[in-house]
């Protein structure tokens, strides 16, 4: 079985500054899939960033970016020069293969960007 | 590219009738769709996936006979919740894959209220 924790549930951050958004997982598989998404008040999810755990690069896209500890199965987000429109939901969620290709969510955090 | 679609947006029906929500990939064939219900301030549950012809798989616990799901076709999924109650009042989230890629693409969702 394949779990994703977000030990987080808020966060609150200052416009233009740097958080970082914490994301554990454990998964048997060797090769699987890492992704941020973004669910902001309208609830469309939107794809941040995803990461293939076989890239040893940690992915980035532009203000966002991942540090990708495969050892520690450690996940974690950092937003930097963060916007009010960076206000939502943030899932961490965990593919690991298989002929479906499932998603397990974390619980998610919800970041606040504050003015 | 890679646009999926939910209709209705939103819905109201009483309780005892059955109520049919449409999801469509706009721009790519999904191999596999998947159905999500999210409560208020929660991640999504998966609860179900399908692969196009075949038989939906549905997660433990979500009752196949209250909530069928139909993947005729490589562009269109739907999910007919049969005789609801308020209980099954939530937000609903499709998804689509084309497969080889293991990423999903997300529908804008679907609010169900059952008075």
């Known amino acids: 079985a394949q779990t994703v924790t977000q030990s987080q549930p808020e966060m609150s951050v200052q416009e233009a500054e740097t958080v970082t958004l914490s994301c554990t997982y454990d998964?048997?598989?060797?090769?699987?899939?890492l992704f941020w998404y973004k669910q902001p008040p309208s609830r469309q999810m939107i794809l941040v960033i995803r990461q293939e755990a076989y890239k040893q690069q940690n992915a980035t896209e532009n203000r966002f970016s991942v540090n990708f500890q495969k050892a520690a199965k450690s996940f974690s987000l950092k937003i930097s020069d963060s916007q009010l429109g960076d206000t939502a939901m943030y899932f961490c969620a965990l593919n690991s293969g298989g002929s479906n290709y499932k998603l397990t969510f974390g619980k998610g955090t919800l970041l606040t960007v504050n003015p | 590219g890679a646009v999926v679609s939910q209709h209705p947006s939103w819905v109201i029906c009483k309780s005892g009738t059955s109520v049919k929500i449409e999801c469509r990939s706009l721009?790519?064939?999904?191999?596999?769709m998947f159905w999500y219900r999210q409560f208020p301030k929660q991640s999504l549950m998966l609860m179900a996936t399908s692969n196009e012809g075949s038989k939906a798989t549905y997660e433990q616990g979500v009752e196949k006979d209250k909530f069928l799901i139909n993947h005729a076709s490589l562009t269109l999924s739907t999910l007919t919740v049969t005789s609801a109650h308020p209980e099954d009042s939530s937000f609903y989230i499709c998804?689509?894959?084309?497969?080889?890629?293991?990423?999903?693409?997300f529908g804008p969702g679907t609010r169900l209220t059952v008075t």
């Open positions: 998964t048997s598989e060797s090769n699987y899939y």
């Open positions: 721009d790519f064939q999904a191999t596999t």
């Open positions: 998804s689509a894959s084309g497969g080889a890629a293991s990423e999903q693409y």
